[in-house]
């Protein structure tokens, strides 16, 4: 895998979406140096990130671009949810801020080759003429109706204004749809938490959803290709709302009514809903986009809708159990500054490796990734049980060796590459080729991972047509 | 790299530029996979809820109260896209769901039938949420487009629509003005098929003798007509259908196999008078065969 992008800045690098990437980009040897900005320390613990504060505007990021040579920026703070902060707040951020962004990219003799944007599908809106499914050559059909979709679309004319104007740099623009996982906080993710799902009296809305992972890989593909465009980046699947709660396993509840639906709000938000004009609008007409053109450039998706839902549930039942458990990370610029540049660090944290994958006919090889993945679970088993009993420390420290220990087992544990992208069918077709321990290893990998139960009794019967001779 | 993606950002531009909605041969590679533990498909169809309509109330009215006689429906292609194309009538249309039902009971090769409703009821709380679970999809042109050449299924399209189920009892089987030719438009994007759908009986198991323009203000609904049973039985006497005998008639496809022949706007035009004047014709044929309005 080669990136092309060597210096990179990263803009809202106190988002969670700037933390992510940042930490993506920092394993890729190839590229020398990221730098972050942001108005706000990084919430996510960075190796070799520099982080340079700046205002909330901007205004000085020129000469940041200018004096590292940066190649790529990669702008991940815009807002797109209008219950984080005040409009005021967010017109400054999305629309001011998109602009001096720009203008320190600008200019014939800047460093800058590639521009990657992060915006969200609340460009195209939601109204009763949509269509079905949006595909990034369309409009709007209507103007802006709340203060942050019209902030979305004034950033994305500036980008286009600027991709006219740099024929020769490679401009993306990512649309992200509702974006659930466990980590990030969004109005959407607020409502899916609540005992039972609000909906409005008579709609049943289409959303289509893409997992936080999916995110920060939609992000990075963009940064390794030149993918010059527009590009919408939602999961597999358009799921109905009354689906969403079943796969969270709560009840709807259709509160709010379909005439009033304002007055409706504003009365949930003094009991604390707080349900934002743009969300409203999703509530009642939904949306659903045509992902297809990303997937064409070579991107593949982790979760569909559905999965990402279901991660989301899981990890909703989990929270009220584990809270508190991990200490946030909390960045101190003295510390920060030794380990980077002092000349008495001696063995700087190594990077951790990545591990290649296992492929099919390498047996000794397979079965000690076997084994490491067998270790990794009986380590996952005993931390389990000690965070039960809630030694809060030792929780911590258990958990790093299960997450350390599983992403090296699961990959390896694999006989087939890319083994998670791969649907059902596709796997079934492959299972001919593979041999018996291979299909054994498949079968047990299966089982911890995805464990589709048309995908385990292909496996078996496989299995069993292997043993009777021919 | 896909250079022409970019988005023509004025947030008033409503039609893209002629020739964008059709993607490239390959993206028909990269539609989502079907997810087997799924109730519902992307479109909120499912098949649960429809096939409990089907088996109770499309059932009784196919069979038993219009007792639906087909002819023709060889003409219906048993493989991809097609559009069907039909005439319009009822205060509550029965046409659409006799279409359907006539396809899954006659057809070799029996397909679910997307039908086309206007945005109206996208927007109207309760319809919002059943109809699409029957298999309604809004006629919005990429919607159509898709269908017919990405997911290569059958689309039934009301070229009259609103002005067909409007028309009063005196108006019955003469067809009103069909749009402004988008439907062969799209047809000939997705290189599919039209097959004309003539239906006798709707006209006369639905009478309508009036509208009321207040009352559809003050409802919010497309119409407000008045029927042999609405609105002095409610909600419920939208289904109040005399018991007329329905006649379907599939007429032999219009093939559009060349590409680019939509932006032939005469061409378009002269084909959607074609297929209206087919259609007009083999209605007045039905009618005049026809020796009782309720036994055929």
Known sequence: MTVDSRRILVTGLSTYWGGRLAQALEAFPEVEAVVGVDNEEPQVELERTEYVKVGAQHALLRRVVEAAEIDTVVDTRLVVDSATTSSSKAHENNVIGTMNILAACSGADSPVRKFVFKSSTHFYGCEQDDPAFFDETMGRPHPPRTPIERDIVEAEASVNEFAEKHPDAAVTILRFANVLGPQVRTSHIGLFSLPAVPMILGFDPRYQFVHEDDVVHALEHAVKHALPGVFNVAGDGVLALSEVAGLLGKPYAPIIPPWGTGLAAAALRRVGIRIPPEALAQLRFGRGVDNRRLKATGFHYQHTSREAVLKLGEHLRLHPVVRGAQEPYRYEREVEEFLRWSPHVRNSREKSPRVPQVNGGEPERLAAAEERALEAERIAGRAVERAKAAEEAAAEAERRAIEAARDRASPAGSPVDHYDDLAAEDVIALLGSLERSDLQTLRDYERRNANRSRVLTAIESALTRGETPV | ?296
């Not at chain 2, 999809?137 to 997911?151: I, K, Q």
């Not at chain 2, 559009?256 to 035009?269: I, P, R, S, W, Y």
Request: aromatic share 10%; net charge positive; proline share 8%.
């Open chain 2, 1 to 296: 790299m896909p250079e022409s993606t970019r988005t023509p950002l004025s947030p008033r531009d409503r039609a893209p530029a002629a020739g964008t909605l059709v993607p490239s041969e390959r993206l028909r590679e990269h539609l989502p996979g079907v997810e087997p533990e799924r109730r519902l498909n992307d479109w909120g169809r499912s098949e649960r809820i429809e096939g409990a309509f089907d088996a109770s109330v499309v059932e009784f009215f196919y069979r038993y109260w219009f007792r639906v006689e087909v002819e023709g429906i060889e003409n219906l292609p048993g493989t991809g896209g097609a559009m069907l194309v039909s005439n319009h009538s009822g205060a509550l249309p029965p046409d659409a769901p006799m279409i359907a039902k006539a396809i899954r009971e006659e057809h070799s090769h029996p397909r679910p039938l997307n039908i086309t409703v206007e945005h109206f009821f996208k927007g109207y709380p309760g319809f919002s949420m059943l109809i699409p679970k029957i298999g309604c999809v809004a006629a919005h042109p990429a919607n159509v487009h898709r269908l017919l050449y990405d997911e290569e299924q059958l689309v039934l399209v009301f070229p009259e629509g609103r002005k067909g189920t409007e028309k009063l009892y005196k108006d019955r089987y003469r067809l009103r003005r069909f749009g402004r030719g988008g439907f062969v438009e799209a047809a000939m994007r997705a290189r599919a098929p039209i097959v004309p759908v003539c239906v006798v009986g709707a006209e006369e198991s639905a009478p309508v003798f009036a509208q009321l323009g207040l009352f559809k203000r003050i409802t919010g609904l497309l119409y407000f007509p008045i029927t042999p049973t609405f609105p002095h039985f409610g909600l419920i006497g939208m289904l109040g259908y005399l018991p007329a005998k329905f006649k379907i008639r599939f007429l032999e496809p219009l093939h559009f196999d060349e590409e680019g022949l939509h932006e032939d706007k005469a061409l378009v035009q002269t084909v959607a008078h074609d297929v209206r004047a087919r259609i007009q014709e083999n209605l007045w044929d039905m009618v005049a065969r026809r020796k009782s309005v309720w036994f055929g």
